[in-house]
C-alpha cells in the first residue's frame, strides 16, 4: 500500500470541521482554552478576585488591598479514538466522496461522544427547576422562572436554550421562529429565539426514566477543550 499522498493535517482539519458542524452543546461553551489541551492532563483558568467596596471617610485612611486570583482546573481526562481500513489510501483519497462516506459515520460517534459528555455535566447542575407536566404551559413556566433565577444573578452574558426534539414539539409556539433561509442558523441547530436567549434542539440531552435534562445557560458556564491530536494512515 502507498501512502505518498497521505496528509495527516488535512485529514484532521477535515475531520475537526465536520465534528464543530455536527456538535450541538459543545458549540455554545467556552472554547478558549483549545490551543492549550495538546500540551496538558489538565489547563488552570485564571480569574480576578472581587475588589471590596468601602464606604470612603475624608478623617480616615482607605484600606489598600492586595490584589487577588481565583482559578479552576480544566481536566482533560476524556479521550476517543476510530479506526477503518482503507485498501489504497491513495485511490481514497482520489475518488471524490470515498473517504468522506468512511469519516461520516466516525465523525457523527465522536460528536455524539462530545455532546453527551457535556449534556451530563448540564444533568449533574445543582440549580434545577422542573416543569410540573409535559405541556405548553409547564414548559413556559419552568423555562421562565429558570431566566429569572438567571438573570437575579446579576447574568449579562450571550445565554442559550437547550432542549430536546419532545420539549420543542410543547415549546416551538413560544419562539420567534428564525429565517428557514438562514443556513448559519439551521447549520447551528438554532430553532427561534425566546426572551432574548437562543434556543437550540439537540436530540442528544441527557435523560433517565423520569426526566429529560433541557439547559438554560450562559456560553461561559462551561469551558470545553477539544481536538484531533493525530491521524495516521493504516
Known sequence: MAVTNFIQSIW???IQDDLELKTKL???CLRDYEGDCKYAASVKILGVGEPTIGAYDSTKDISIEEMSDRGQLLTIDQANYFAFYVDDINQAQSVPGLKEKYQEKA???LAVARDTFV???IKAATNVTTA???SREAVKEAIDSAIVALRERNFDE????????LVYNYFKNELITL????PEYIKRGIVGVYDGFEVMMSNNMAKDGTHVYCDIRGKKAIAFAGQINEVEAL
Open 107 to 109: 465523525v457523527h460517534g
Open 158 to 165: 450571550d445565554g442559550v436554550i437547550e432542549i430536546s426534539p
Open 12 to 14: 484532521s482539519k477535515k
Open 26 to 28: 459543545v458549540q455554545n
Open 119 to 121: 449534556a451530563n455535566l
Open 179 to 182: 429565517s428557514t433561509n438562514n
Open 132 to 134: 410540573t407536566a409535559l
